[in-house]
């Protein structure tokens, strides 16, 4: 059988590759699953095969698979015991099921800014926000990179103060050398349809703490029930049913055999880029950090700077990228101005429960300007066009030239 996905960057070098990517791997890692008859973790081995690969993969004593990058988080939160009132630290750069996470526990999302040259979290802005209150912090690996890690993890370490890394866009990247996930209490991982390794949806939470692997086990699995032949079932905790499915391991698995080769070519092309840009006065890469020894380009990111093209908006670059048949977006909105924060706490009586006016001063706290500015000026490429040939990024070389002379 012929893969339209496998063949679709012979067909047109200039083309931004289809994502997924499959072939008989995929079918026939799947085709084994419906044929066993073991559709579900509860019988079946492909999850806890894929569980142990990913692992080993990401350095991790113990791997939970679970049904999406949102779950991975929720799981975390539950098994560290975040509830109402406690403050959890996470970045305003950010997709939003980050905050939807700690909002699920009635907790409350506190937004530390970010470093205007990585789009990372800013380990200072951590420190400023942390009180009494402040239950973990949420690093988030933007894009595929990994910002200032280490102070992160050491605030948390001095004040005894767990950091989740929310990885779901960063599979294979590092820090120091290492994979990341494992470097803080609890890591999370996506396999959504856009992410570098893929399941349609999907996630992981990886640990090197046996007790939270095992609390984590029973998080997902609607708490873990103990009983005696002939009794009713009993309950240890509270827990939802975050489980993924056969189907999806297996394909996860199949995935797996060419996430390297992926990002070899991902990192490549992200130099080429690098190397483009860095000839343009205006268009300008956003820094990684130094301890990230491997950025795993989930995103390319770039800086627009308006003023260098005679004031003419980020949205007119993006227009002009689309005629050439450049994708190119904006990326996110400030998380910490959307509405919805609002009528959240509104609807729950944060002001009853915190006090007066305790929305406007929690708005004040988290006002993070760096944010609101880097979301004015940032453009996003996404990472199956970073698996492109080089025909595409010389298109892409002259779209952007065609811009600079326009200017």
């Not at 294979?172 to 349609?200: D, I, M, R, Y």
């Not at 046996?210 to 609390?215: D, F, I, N, P, Y």
């Not at 060419?258 to 205006?282: F, P, T, W």
Request: aromatic share 10%.
């Amino acid at each position: 059988m012929q893969y339209a996905a496998e063949t679709a960057k012979a067909t047109d070098a200039e083309t931004v590759p289809s994502w997924p990517v499959f072939d008989e791997r995929e079918e026939d890692s799947v085709t084994r699953v419906l044929k066993s008859a073991k559709w579900g973790r509860g019988n079946g081995t492909a999850v806890a095969s894929f569980e142990e690969r990913y692992a080993n993969l990401t350095g991790a004593k113990h791997c939970l698979a679970v049904a999406n990058g949102t779950s991975a988080l929720i799981v975390a939160l539950g098994v560290l015991g975040i509830g109402p009132g406690d403050e959890v630290i996470v970045p305003p750069y950010t997709f939003i099921a980050t905050v939807n996470a700690v909002l699920r526990f009635n907790a409350i999302p506190i937004f530390a800014d970010i470093d205007p040259a990585t789009l990372q979290m800013d380990p200072k802005r951590v420190e400023e926000q942390i009180t009494p209150r402040t239950r973990a912090i949420i690093m988030v690996h933007m894009a595929g990179g990994v910002g200032e890690l280490g102070q992160v993890i050491e605030i948390g370490r001095k004040r005894n103060i767990p950091v989740i890394e929310d990885a779901a866009q960063a599979h294979l990247a590092e820090w120091q050398g290492k994979h990341v996930g494992p470097h803080g209490t609890l890591g999370c991982f996506s396999f959504q349809a856009s992410k570098n390794l893929n399941s349609g949806e999907g996630g992981a939470v990886v640990t090197n703490d046996s007790a939270l692997a095992e609390k984590a086990f029973a998080f997902h699995n609607n708490s873990r029930g103990r009983t005696q032949p002939g009794t009713e079932f009993h309950y240890e905790m509270s827990g939802a049913n975050l489980r993924l499915t056969e189907f999806q391991g297996a394909l996860l698995t199949a995935q797996m055999s060419r996430i390297e080769s992926q990002a070899l070519r991902r990192a490549g092309n992200a130099k080429v880029l690098d190397q483009m840009l860095g000839k343009v006065d205006g268009l300008t890469p956003y820094r990684v950090a130094k301890d990230c020894t491997r950025n795993a380009y989930h995103l390319y990111m770039f800086r627009y700077d308006a003023a260098k093209f005679g004031g003419k908006p980020r949205a007119a670059f993006l227009k002009a990228m689309a005629q050439h048949k450049v994708p190119a977006s904006a990326g996110y909105a400030p998380l910490q101005d959307e509405p919805f924060l609002q009528n959240t706490f509104d609807s729950r009586g944060y002001e009853f429960a915190y006090g007066k006016n305790y929305f406007r001063k929690w708005r004040k706290r988290n006002d993070c300007p760096v944010n609101r500015k880097a979301c004015g000026e940032a453009v996003w490429f996404t990472q199956n066009l970073l698996l492109g040939e080089p025909a595409l990024f010389a298109r892409i070389e002259k779209a952007i030239a065609a811009w600079v002379k326009m200017g």
